[in-house]
């Protein structure tokens, strides 16, 4: 039996973004996306991480950075097939 998930190829890792690794793990601790990151912005961010907003705004501009350097904004989806063991 194979089941086919679908990937979203905008939901790129956290630790792909260039930014410090303190900041990685505080994003990945809080459960934060990279979709949350986009559609909530720094003021936001800087509240739920209790972080300044200078700080919510360097990673707010590397997850931009990093989906703007991975093709456009536009989501893109690839058909994964997984075996069912």
């Known amino acids: ?3 086919f998930l679908i990937v979203n190829n905008m ?3 956290i630790d792909a973004l260039e930014i410090a690794a303190g900041l990685k793990d505080a994003l990945i601790n809080s459960g934060l996306t990279i979709e ?3 559609n909530s912005g720094p003021v936001e961010i800087a509240s739920i ?3 300044d907003v200078y700080l ?3 990673i707010f501009d590397a997850t931009e950075k990093s989906l703007n350097n991975n093709g456009s904004k536009e ?3 690839d058909v994964v097939e ?3 063991m």
Do not use: H
């Open 75 to 77: 989501q893109q989806n």
């Open 56 to 58: 919510a705004k360097i």
């Open 49 to 51: 991480l209790g972080i």
């Open 11 to 13: 939901d790129y890792s």
């Open 1 to 3: 039996m194979l089941i």
């Open 82 to 84: 997984l075996e069912n």
């Open 36 to 38: 949350f990151i986009l």
